[in-house]
């Protein structure tokens, strides 16, 4: 390493106050995560349409670049370049600051995912709670900018939405704390570690109606298809974003899909023990063997996995209709992770599954 | 403690900066040409009837409330399950008692409609 | 010193979020400010070492009360002309609140500064400690009065909350799911025995 960087830059690093190298480094750490989740955005919008390509009996793109892999950039700059139209009833101010809005907490929920063993940028005790209330935050994108484009297409959506939103969140944050009743602690690396041995000492088992119940409400949070309804070009032409277009409208679409990849990341993380690997246990493969040690690679395998399973769903399912929707998040997925949480409470009462350990 | 947030609040910085970037570079390098009519709400080509921003379903005001009050519900639950092995016996029997208060308050909810979406 | 930059940062953005929520005149973006105000409420808090209750506030109060004050400000079409009309009507009113806030405020403050009870700052927490485990520890043993009787103010606010805002609609046509599924072929289908017609 020292021998990579000139001898005078080492000085320079040196001489600087610990707080600025913190700040320095933290810095850069963020920005490079930030420009790898945006590469991954970029790529997962070619990858949804050659998978729900192939499941239609499409080709999907192909024109741009080898196999059409440089179609994410041609269609980023195509909407950089797009005019941003602000309509003239419109709220001007609320208007653009409504993306931003949705973007930030899209973003910023990263700071605490665990990427590897050692690496995550704030390795804060509460990082569960952080998660789940930037979670919470998402929703006034989507409501203010309903409500400033002044529309009757747009607000009907974010109003949806919203309902939609806050519907699925109580049930993602029970089914929350059952992963926490598991884990012991708020810190995301630690609930990794909780599930440490393998394939079946994963999460995924014992809370295996709660894993369903979060991943179905992280659908539903991210108003994605079966429960777009708040976009259900059929009746309300776009929802929130009918009058939104050009950067402004690439934003909420980064928003969207960053949030599908945060969701297959957490899912991965609360349940299939994110960055360790399915074979952990498995001594016959020898110590030091590589498919035994944690990385980042598997991680990245059980995002891309929930990412498929996001377009497989999308590519399946008609839109659910709201009442419905409703009915799901209120009267089946609710009940369920309250007596999930109950059952777990027994189940640490009488140390059985994940709860072997605790001291009496 | 402190120091692990400082990350956190760059990290809201920087993605507040690269969401504004983007819309500089877009209202900057995005072409433009104005038109009364682009710039009209979009009804269908239809003149808007009124001003789009009318009055709501009450039931929108009972889910949002409903949502506060179980969302606080969670919020007591989150240092509980934290807890489990320090609190032990005691705790998870008084958890009980709360879930219990909780869930007729739920059964009550769904027996009066008030889940009902129609 | 970083820590005091940062105190004074965020409270100014909070009293100018604060003052902003006053005297904004679109609700809106009132409640926008007031979003603000919590979140700057919320880094006073971690500075505090408050971790737990500071992501709590943003959870409850930015994710969920000002949810509902969107959606009451958004709906109900405000009159400004009026609203502005009951100013001087309310005035003394505000006025006297404000001052009896202002008596408490300092009533605290001098209390705290002569008396003994004044705290030379928190106790720096060990490497490892949690703010919501050491809550826990005491909130279900110690306190369990206290959070039984926060599950009945829950419960009462249920029922308070549907009391006040339920109407049934006349006439609603459901769809009742669990009908549907039960239903057996001789609930929809007859069969009806009958002679032949024959001409006569």
Redesign the interface.
């Known amino acids: 390493m020292a021998s990579l960087v000139p001898q005078f830059m080492v000085d320079i690093w040196d001489s600087f106050p610990p707080l600025l190298q ?2 320095i480094t ?2 850069s ?3 490079i995560v ?1 420009v790898g989740i ?1 590469l991954i955005v970029a790529f997962s919008t070619y990858f949804e349409r050659k998978v729900i390509g192939a499941m239609q009996g499409r080709v999907g793109p192909n024109r741009v670049g080898p196999m059409g892999l440089l179609q994410p950039f041609a269609d980023v700059i195509k ?12 709220n001007r101010f609320l208007f ?1 600051i409504a ?2 809005l949705s ?2 907490p ?3 929920t ?3 995912i665990p990427l590897t063993d050692t690496f995550v ?5 509460a990082g ?3 998660v ?1 209330a930037l979670t ?1 935050v998402g929703v006034y994108g989507v409501i203010l900018a309903g ?1 400033a ?7 009907l959506g974010a ?1 949806r939405s ?2 939609q939103i ?2 699925y ?2 049930a993602m ?2 089914a929350l ?2 992963v ?2 598991a884990a ?3 810190n995301l690396g630690d609930i990794t570690r909780a599930q440490a041995g393998g394939v079946s000492s994963w999460f995924v088992w014992p809370l295996l109606p709660l894993f369903v119940v979060y991943f179905i409400s992280a659908v539903a949070e991210t108003n994605r298809a079966p429960f777009d309804v708040a976009e259900g070009e059929s009746e309300i ?1 776009a929802g929130f974003h ?2 939104y277009s ?3 409208f ?2 909420f679409f980064l928003a969207e899909y960053a949030n599908m990849v945060l969701i297959s990341a957490l899912t991965a993380i609360f349940f299939l023990g994110g960055w360790a690997s399915p074979f952990e246990g498995w001594t016959f493969l020898g110590d030091d063997n590589l498919l035994r040690q944690p990385s980042l690679i598997w991680l990245f395998a059980k995002v891309c996995f929930f990412m498929f399973t996001l377009f497989w769903l999308r590519a399946t399912f008609p839109r659910y209709r ?2 419905q929707i ?2 799901l998040g ?2 089946v997925f ?2 369920v992770t ?1 007596i999930w ?2 059952v777990e ?1 027994v189940m ?2 009488l140390r059985i599954g994940p709860w072997q350990g ?2 009496g | ?12 910085g ?3 900066a ?3 970037l ?2 500089g ?3 900057l ?5 104005k038109d ?1 009519e ?6 269908c080509g239809f003149e ?1 009837f009124e ?6 379903d ?30 032990g ?4 029997v ?6 219990a ?6 059964i ?3 027996k ?7 | 010193m970083f ?1 005091a930059i940062l105190f004074y940062t965020f409270a100014a953005v909070l009293i100018g979020a604060a003052l902003g929520v006053i005297f904004s005149k679109n609700p809106v973006h009132a409640v926008m400010l007031l979003v603000l105000a919590f979140f700057q409420s919320a ?1 006073l808090w ?2 505090a ?1 408050a ?2 209750l500071a992501i ?1 506030l943003v ?2 109060y930015v ?3 000002m ?2 004050f969107l ?2 400000v ?4 405000i009159n400004v002309e009026r609203v502005e009309g009951g100013f001087t009507k309310y005035a003394p009113f505000g006025l006297f609140i404000a001052a009896l806030m202002v008596i408490e405020l300092v009533q605290i403050i001098w209390f705290r500064s002569s008396g003994g009870a004044r705290s030379g700052g928190f106790a720096a ?1 060990p490497e490892g ?2 703010n ?2 050491a ?3 005491v ?3 110690e306190h ?1 009065y206290a ?2 009787i ?3 103010i ?2 009462l ?3 308070a ?2 009391t006040l ?5 006349p006439g ?1 046509k ?1 769809q009742n799911i669990s009908r549907q599924v039960a239903v057996k072929r001789d609930d929809r289908v007859r069969l009806v025995e009958m002679d032949a017609e024959t001409e006569q």
């Open positions: 913190f700040l933290s810095t750490q963020i920005l930030t945006i909407l950089l370049i797009k005019e941003v139209v602000i309509p003239e009833k419109s653009v993306p931003l973007l930030i899209a973003l910023a990263w700071a605490v940028i704030a390795d804060i005790n569960l709670l952080y789940l919470s409500w484009t002044n529309s009757k297409y747009a607000f109003m919203a309902a806050v519907a969140e109580i944050g029970f704390v059952g926490l009743m012991g602690s708020l032409v009918v009058e050009g950067v402004a690439a934003l709201y009442d409703m009915r209120w009267k609710i009940p309250i949480i109950a409470g640490a009462w605790l001291a | 403690m402190l120091t692990n947030y400082v990350p956190v609040l760059i990290f809201l920087i993605a507040a690269i969401g504004i983007l819309l570079i877009g209202f390098v995005g072409s433009g040409s009364d682009k710039l009209s709400p979009y009804e808007p001003d789009s921003r009318m009055k709501f009450v039931r929108y005001y009972l889910v949002a409330i409903l949502f506060i009050i179980f969302d606080l519900e969670i919020a007591f639950l989150f240092p509980w399950a934290v807890s489990l092995d320090t609190v016996g005691f705790g998870l008084a958890m009980a008692i709360f879930l208060v909780l869930v007729v308050g739920f009550y909810e769904w009066k409609g008030a889940l009902e979406w129609d | 820590h880094v971690l500075l070492e971790e737990f709590v959870l409850v994710g969920a009360v949810v509902l959606f009451v958004m709906m109900l079409d927490n400690y949690s919501t485990e809550l826990g520890a909130l279900y043993t369990v959070f039984e926060a599950a009945v829950l419960l606010a249920i029922v909350a549907i805002t339920m109407r049934k609609r609603l459901q």
